[in-house]
């Protein structure tokens, strides 16, 4: 059973940075993409990173050249660096991993949430103006 657990949310003030940690247990890296998604309030979630099983990132628009995907494979934990934060990064921030298929190297399918099997609980990030 794959576990992921985030951690490192807080709250910052508009163009701070913080950093979005991702523990996963129970899985092969190899055989699954993982992805953050986030949700703000009244909102849809949406995807913000997906990482494919050859390490290959995309990102979102909105969060291009700001939000920087990362994983340690020997810890087991995936990071999210985000800078130049803005209010509108104000969200609900969760780790996802689904299956690996070609789909995860397709962008317009990384972000569909029905691929992904497991999900963390997720950690908040604010950030005020």
């Known amino acids: 059973q794959v576990q992921l657990a985030e951690s490192g949310g807080d709250s910052v003030q508009a163009g701070g940075s913080l950093r979005l940690s991702c523990a996963a247990s129970g899985y092969n890296y190899r055989n699954y993409c993982m992805g953050w998604f986030r949700q703000a309030p009244g909102k849809e979630r949406e995807g913000v990173v997906v990482?494919?099983?050859?390490?290959?990132?995309t990102y979102a628009d909105s969060v291009k050249g700001r939000f920087t995907f990362s994983q340690d494979n020997a810890k087991n934990t995936l990071y999210l660096q985000m800078n130049s934060l803005k209010p509108e990064d104000t969200a609900m921030y969760y780790c996802?991993?689904?299956?690996?298929?070609?789909?995860?190297?397709?962008?317009?399918?990384?972000?569909?949430?029905?691929?992904?099997?497991?999900w963390g609980q997720g950690t908040q990030v604010t950030v005020s103006s």
């Open positions: 990482i494919n099983d050859d390490g290959i990132p």
């Open positions: 996802a991993a689904g299956l690996s298929g070609s789909w995860c190297s397709v962008r317009s399918r990384v972000f569909q949430e029905f691929r992904y099997q497991y």
